[in-house]
């Protein structure tokens, strides 16, 4: 493939696109905002079909593990479920919007109970999981090696017991300076390096956004310079 | 060229895939669960650059590539980058399988992370490395990585999820240090110009904050005004 064809194109049509974009944002032209609505428009049919993209991807892959499946080893029974699933699930999906003339299949029923049973439940799951994975990450990274470690570890301890119930308990008559500590904790130091990385993150994405407009920034086309 | 203050995460990139090489296992890379069509395309698009330079390293020293991905578009063009990576490296036939290196795991946020759990147990990597958009499941990652022995660098823009990067891996990139990924380790003069003129940029923040400060407190709301609408 020629130089022009995998760099230079890209780079114009992400750099004429970005443009477009940003103008119809700060000024009201009915042109730049038609052609800006067209092309969300093209991204989300675009991002629609690489679905099929991903479920033929899925589908390979997890055929590939059932092909090569060794003797002793079972865990090609997962990928013979998860290739049902998504089948089945795929199937459910096209009923449910057949069959309420609608284009949420969760309008369905069957598929709406399937969704709130078993996929909202596990990923409700998952995400209580934090849980302990947040005390083994604490219990790590709150050792006082350091005066920023000790630091991190009084102000972590102070916030903790604020949030807990047994903070007030503890702290009896003084729960209330407790409190206004932890607060001032919270929306004092905590929120100025808060908002410190917000501003310096803001800046940070200008700039990696004029750097691909201008071509520079050529990572997201392939590794080459 | 101007000077950049070291980024030692950046630096352990390499450090981390030959140890990955060495104890013959391989290195896992993900751009987080954002796309590239949201707010978050500038994050997934610095875990871009990184996936370039870490394929690079890994087909320079024979290390194995896995790249789980959420977003189905974001996995031809990590291909790609890989491919090119591969190729650049003339590691032609390892390029052409630069499909099977990126795999898609799961467009739903849990599903991806149970999926991606699943990876560094079985294949235990040497090396993890994860820049991009990440939420509710980067400190699963990062523990899980922690576990099977992996070197560990995060970065992410989202504020939030900092925190759990600092405490659970070895090296952490702290926001605006993502985005100046690609150029750190490009080490091309204009574009460690604009890394230097990033400051320039939060100088000119600050005035306006300080400045908007002074205006708000002299009741001066016109600027504001003109913002919000």
């Known amino acids: ?225 | 060229m101007p000077k950049l203050r070291k980024l030692p995460g950046l630096d352990a990139v390499e450090e981390a895939v030959g140890r990955a090489t060495e104890m013959a296992r391989p290195v896992v890379i993900s751009t987080g669960i954002g796309g590239l069509t949201d707010v978050t395309a500038p994050q997934t698009i610095a875990g871009l650059s990184m996936v370039g330079y870490v394929a690079r390293l890994c087909a320079r020293y024979g290390a194995r590539l896995i790249a789980p991905a959420r977003m189905p578009y974001v996995v031809p063009v990590e291909t790609e980058i890989i491919q090119t990576a591969f190729n650049e490296e003339g590691k032609t036939e390892e390029a052409a399988r630069a499909g099977d290196m990126v795999q898609y795991l799961s467009d739903s946020q849990f599903s991806y992370t149970i999926a991606y759990l699943g990876i560094l147990r079985r294949e235990k990597p040497g090396a993890h490395i994860m820049v991009g958009g990440y939420w509710a499941e980067s400190l699963q990652l990062a523990e899980v990585g922690f576990t099977a022995g992996a070197v560990q660098i995060a970065g992410t823009a989202n504020t939030h999820q900092i925190p759990f990067f600092v405490a659970a891996c070895d090296y952490a990139l702290i926001g605006e240090e993502i985005y100046a990924a690609g150029a750190y380790l490009s080490k091309d003069p204009v574009q460690s110009g604009s890394v230097a003129g990033q400051d320039i940029g939060k100088a000119i923040a600050l005035i306006l904050m300080v400045l908007g400060i002074i205006l708000n407190a002299a009741g001066v709301t016109y600027f504001l005004q003109l913002l919000r609408s």
């Open chain 1, 1 to 225: 493939m020629s130089f022009y064809k995998r760099k230079e194109i890209p780079i114009l049509l992400t750099t004429f696109i970005a443009l477009v974009m940003i103008f119809s944002t700060f000024f009201k032209v009915k042109a730049a905002q038609d052609f800006a609505s067209t092309m969300q428009t093209w991204v989300l049919v675009i991002v629609n079909f690489t679905v099929i993209l991903g479920i033929v991807m899925i589908t390979r892959m997890h055929k590939g593990r059932i092909e090569k499946r060794k003797p002793g080893d079972n865990s090609w029974i997962f990928s013979v479920w998860l290739i049902v699933l998504v089948v089945f699930y795929f199937l459910l999906g096209v009923y449910g919007v057949e069959s309420s003339r609608s284009a949420t299949p969760t309008r369905n029923p069957a598929f709406a109970w399937v969704y709130t049973n078993i996929n909202v439940a596990l990923d409700s799951a998952m995400y209580s999981m934090l849980a302990f994975f947040i005390s083994s990450a604490a219990f790590r990274a709150f050792k006082a090696r350091t005066k920023e470690a000790a630091v991190l570890l009084l102000s972590a301890a102070v916030i903790m017991l604020y949030n807990a119930p047994a903070g007030s308990v503890i702290f009896g008559p003084l729960a209330e300076q407790f409190n206004a500590l932890s607060e001032w904790i919270l929306n004092v130091p905590n929120m100025a390096g808060f908002r410190g990385i917000l501003i310096g993150a803001a800046v940070g994405a200008i700039s990696l956004g004029i750097r691909v407009m201008t071509g520079r920034e050529r990572g997201y086309l392939g590794a080459g310079e």
